[in-house]
Structure formats: structure tokens, C-alpha cells
């Protein structure tokens, strides 16, 4: 029985069963859907409510798209970072190839004077990156992040996009020191690109200068003259650029002239250089035996001893 005044058990306020409820509304549902189907009544209705909804969308959407767009933007990033880095490289080996062209016509011209000829070596290169630089300002040296593993060898040659650096001091497994040639106690045999007069640069501590002490006040030597390396002691390939002279104070008093020269190498400013290998040049070859305190390198140059 059914207590008095409540509906009975499975019938609704209205009086209609739950089941009978679903039933009308499974009809109206098809009504409605075949009406759309055939006459399209409910696309007005369609379209409003797309509008409402659309914006419920786009929030949901938008962690989504937040994170595609960052990490499109990460990978775009990373390519153009690997590629800037790729092009540095290419360009430092394109210069590296091209600044000889000014010594190479030069002696061309000469050895056409004289119906000679000599074959050019070629040189295998390697960009090392410059890990630190020794603060002392009488020591013109610092750190590469090239090693034995790499093939690197005491004496070898270093070289920039715009001339001759230093050569290598030290070498350890995955590191190596280098000196650079304007470390007071560092010579380079070099030779006027003009003439071919051959003498030897100095360093003088200071990056930005190089003496030229051997010189007599009447060689034939100008403001603006080129320096190039002569090849002479088979560290330093020929030919390529070590300074330009900037000045030369003549001094009757005494045998030889006061020549001054700016390394044509940018030397306070390197980030990478090139190590290079000569192909007649046998690493091996390189090791010295280094006096009590200094070091010697292959060329006979004495290197700067520890301060």
C-alpha cells in the first residue's frame, strides 16, 4: 500500500514512469533530427551555440597551442644556434684560406721574374676554442680545448681569420696552452711581403706591438710594409700574415733602427683559432727537451718561463 498523500513507487510528479518519460523524449530527438536532416530548422540554433562555446574552446585549447608554440620556438632556436655556430667555423676556415691570396701574388709575380717555381704544401686545420687567458700582462698566453686526443703537438702553428697567432706550448690529454707572438720572450721568423727581406718580430708583452730589432737603418723597410711568415724553423707555415709596420725611427747613433709593428692577428680578442698541421711536419718531431726553466720551441725561439 501506498501511504496517502505520496505518488505511487516508479511514477514521477507529472504521473509518468521514468521509462515512459525516456520513451517520449527518444521520439522528439528523432523527430527533431530528421526534420534537421531534411529541412535544416536547427542551424540558426547550431550557430549560436557554436558561438557560445567557442570561447570554452579556445581556453581549453590554449595550453595546448602554449606549448606547441614553445617548443617550436625552443627547436627553431636551437637549429639557428647550431647554425650561426656552423657558419662562424666555415667563415673562420674561408679566411683562413683567403688571407694568403696577398702573399701568394706577390711571390708569384717574383718567381715569374726569376722562371721559378715552388709547390705550395697544404695545410690540414683544425678551429680550437680559447678556454682562458693568463691575466699576467708578462705572459701573453692561454687555454685551448684541444688536446693530445686531437692531435695536438708541441710547437704546432695558430693561426686566426686574420694571421698568425702563437704556437703551442704544452699540451695535455683534452687541453693545451698556447704563447702568443707578442709574449716578450717569442720571436718569429717573418719577411717583407714587398721585397722579401727577411728578419725576425719580437714580442714586446704588449698585444698590440712587435719590435723588429735586427734591423739595420738601411734596410729597405716602410710604414705600412706587410709582414709575412718566411717558413724559416718549420713551425710556422710561409706566407701568411704576422703584422704590418706601423712605424720606423732610424737612429744614425746606432747600427740598427728602431721598427715597430701591430700583429695583424686580433689578438685581444680571439674567441677560436686555428690549429694547423703542416704536412711535411711529423708531430713527433716537435718534442723539445726544455732547458732549467724556460722552454725551448722548435724554431729555436725561447718561450717565456714561468713568473
Not at 514512469?17 to 534537421?36: E, K, N, Q, Y
Not at 636551437?78 to 650561426?84: F, T, V, Y
Not at 683567403?98 to 706577390?106: G, N, P, R, S, V
Not at 680550437?128 to 699576467?136: G, H, K, Q
Amino acid at each position: 500500500m501506498s501511504v496517502p498523500g505520496r505518488t505511487a513507487a516508479g511514477l514521477g510528479r507529472s504521473g509518468f514512469s521514468l521509462g515512459v518519460r525516456f520513451v517520449l523524449l527518444a521520439i522528439v530527438c528523432v523527430a527533431l533530427m530528421m526534420l534537421d536532416q531534411r529541412q535544416q530548422h536547427l542551424q540558426r540554433v547550431r550557430q549560436a551555440l557554436s558561438v557560445v562555446v567557442y570561447p570554452v574552446r579556445v581556453l581549453v585549447d590554449l595550453p595546448f597551442r602554449a606549448w606547441q608554440s614553445a617548443s617550436v620556438n625552443l627547436t627553431e632556436r636551437s637549429a639557428l644556434i647550431a647554425e650561426n655556430e656552423q657558419l662562424k667555423r666555415e667563415r673562420l676556415e674561408t679566411e683562413f684560406r683567403l688571407q694568403h691570396l696577398a702573399a701568394l701574388e706577390t711571390e708569384n709575380e717574383r718567381l715569374r721574374q726569376l722562371l721559378d717555381s715552388t709547390e705550395r704544401v697544404g695545410l690540414r686545420a683544425l678551429v680550437a676554442e680559447i678556454l682562458s687567458v693568463d691575466l699576467n700582462p708578462y705572459r701573453q698566453r692561454f687555454d685551448l680545448n684541444r688536446g693530445a686526443s686531437d692531435g695536438v703537438f708541441v710547437g704546432q702553428a695558430l693561426l686566426d681569420a686574420q694571421g698568425i697567432v702563437g704556437q703551442i706550448v704544452r699540451v695535455d690529454a683534452f687541453t693545451a696552452e698556447a704563447v702568443l707572438i707578442t709574449d716578450a720572450d717569442t720571436a718569429v721568423p717573418v719577411s717583407v711581403n714587398r721585397n722579401g727581406l727577411r728578419t725576425i718580430a719580437v714580442g714586446t708583452g704588449d698585444s698590440a706591438r712587435l719590435r723588429l730589432p735586427y734591423l739595420t737603418n738601411s734596410a729597405d723597410i716602410k710604414t705600412g710594409d706587410l709582414l709575412v711568415s718566411s717558413g724559416l724553423g718549420g713551425v710556422f707555415p710561409a706566407g701568411y700574415p704576422v703584422g704590418r709596420v706601423v712605424a720606423v725611427n732610424l737612429q744614425p747613433e746606432q747600427s740598427f733602427s728602431e721598427v715597430i709593428a701591430e700583429p695583424a692577428s686580433a689578438l685581444d680578442r680571439d674567441r677560436e683559432v686555428l690549429l694547423v698541421w703542416n704536412d711535411e711536419k711529423v708531430p713527433g718531431d716537435s718534442k723539445v727537451k726544455p732547458a732549467a726553466g724556460s722552454a725551448v720551441a722548435p724554431t729555436g725561439v725561447k718561450v717565456a718561463e714561468a713568473r
